[in-house]
């Protein structure tokens, strides 16, 4: 709609500004397409990816989480656990020992941020829609929100998201959802 309204405040603006708006506009749209096309390589890869597939069962893990993991990862069987993946990707908390006490502090944020950033904005996209829900994963997201916090249990929620992947990774196994009768 931009040239639509440079031409109704004609006038209004100078030629230098209006050519200016013009070049944004035309990178924007070359950006758009650029964008396009990424997606539809995402899109592609994830097509002909069983490994991406398996983990995009997750919820909270899409088609640009999935391939990032599996480009970054592969089959995950270089790590012990799923807490070995969830520590590399800096999902655990930071710990301090001495003289016998141990003090746990915010997470270490050490790892792949690209991949935790991934993980932790899809989690946000799981607890987004927990409310009303009334099985036994939406219950304990709606405990943990209400216990520690919104932002906390998107870490949580993260951190159990890499270790389901790690599993998924690793063997042979495939996502199935807890369902559990209301009781």
């Not at 088609?63 to 655990?92: C, E, K, M, Q, S």
């Not at 997201?141 to 990774?169: F, P």
């Amino acid at each position: 709609m931009i040239p639509e309204i440079l031409i109704q405040t004609e006038g209004e603006l100078t030629s230098f500004c209006q050519s200016l708006i013009m070049t944004l506009v035309q990178r924007l749209r070359a950006l758009e397409d650029e964008i396009a096309v990424a997606e539809s390589w995402i899109r592609s890869f994830m097509n002909h990816s069983a490994l991406c597939q398996k983990i995009a069962a997750v919820p909270g893990i899409g088609p640009i989480t999935a391939t990032a993991i599996v480009a970054a990862v592969g089959r995950a069987d270089g790590f012990r656990n799923g807490r070995h993946l969830a520590a590399w990707l800096g999902l655990v908390p930071r710990q301090h020992s001495s003289g016998g006490k141990s003090h746990l502090y915010g997470i270490s944020k050490r790892g792949d941020r690209y991949l935790r950033t991934l993980l932790i904005h899809g989690a946000r996209s799981v607890l987004i829609r927990v409310s009303g829900k009334h099985d036994a994963r939406s219950r304990w997201l709606q405990e943990l929100i209400a216990r520690r916090g919104y932002n906390r249990a998107c870490v949580a929620l993260a951190n159990k998201n890499a270790r389901i992947i790690q599993v998924l990774l690793s063997t042979e196994a495939t996502y199935k959802p807890v369902v559990q009768a209301d009781s």
